[in-house]
Structure formats: structure tokens, C-alpha cells
């Protein structure tokens, strides 16, 4: 059984550049063994109303986006009675924002939690 990925971004986020990286974000999770499910954001609250829906259905959640993007997520994950200290001990930051051009990614291993 394939691992399954659940990619929450806001398209808008760091200029929207992901738009130009979207596919190969997407293949690097593919190679990586993952069916990936991809929620893009339309508006506030879209990332944690998604991902408090279905994140128990995934082995791993990531984001790219800024730090309100991060922090729906988490939101998100905090609905389904996750410690916030849990969360921080493992969210794994792979790509920052700030002087970096591209969006943050940020992965949460459904396991860890």
C-alpha cells in the first residue's frame, strides 16, 4: 500500500512562484512513494478547515505557503486534540521563506502525532 500525502498550499504565497515549481514539488513526492492528495487554498481558514477534515486519512501532511499558511495548518492538526507541543517537536521546516524566493514547505508526519 502507497503511502498517502496530503499538500496544502496558498498559490499566492511568495509571489506565487510555486506555480513554476508546482509539477516538480509534486514528482519529488511521487518519487518519493507517495499518492499525493493536493488542496490549494482559496481564502482564510481553507487550510485548517482542510486539513482538520481529512488529515486523519494521511500518513503525512505538508504545506507551502507563508506563516499564515503554517499556521492553519497547525490549526488544523490542533482541532483533532493534537498537543501543540507535539506539533512543534515535529514540524519540519524543509524550505524557509525570507530571504529565499520560494514559499516555506513544511511536513507533519501524521505518525509523529
Same mark, same amino acid.
Given at each position: ?29 511521487? *518519487? ?45 492538526? *490542533?482541532?483533532?486534540?493534537? *498537543? ?5 517537536? *515535529? ?23
Amino acid at each position: 500500500m502507497r503511502k498517502k500525502l496530503f499538500f496544502v498550499y496558498n498559490p499566492k504565497a511568495g509571489k506565487a512562484l510555486i506555480k513554476n515549481k508546482l509539477a516538480d514539488i509534486l514528482d519529488i513526492f511521487a *518519487r518519493a512513494g507517495y499518492e499525493t492528495t493536493v488542496a490549494p487554498t482559496q481564502k482564510h481558514g481553507d487550510a485548517a478547515a482542510a486539513v482538520a477534515q481529512r488529515q486523519s486519512d494521511y500518513d503525512l501532511v505538508v504545506c507551502s505557503g507563508g506563516d499564515g499558511t503554517l499556521d492553519e495548518v497547525v490549526t488544523g492538526i *490542533r482541532a483533532v486534540s493534537i *498537543r501543540l507541543s507535539d506539533i512543534s517537536r *515535529r514540524a519540519a521546516p524543509m524550505i524557509s521563506g525570507g530571504a529565499c524566493p520560494c514559499p516555506r514547505i513544511c511536513c507533519v508526519r501524521r505518525k509523529w502525532l
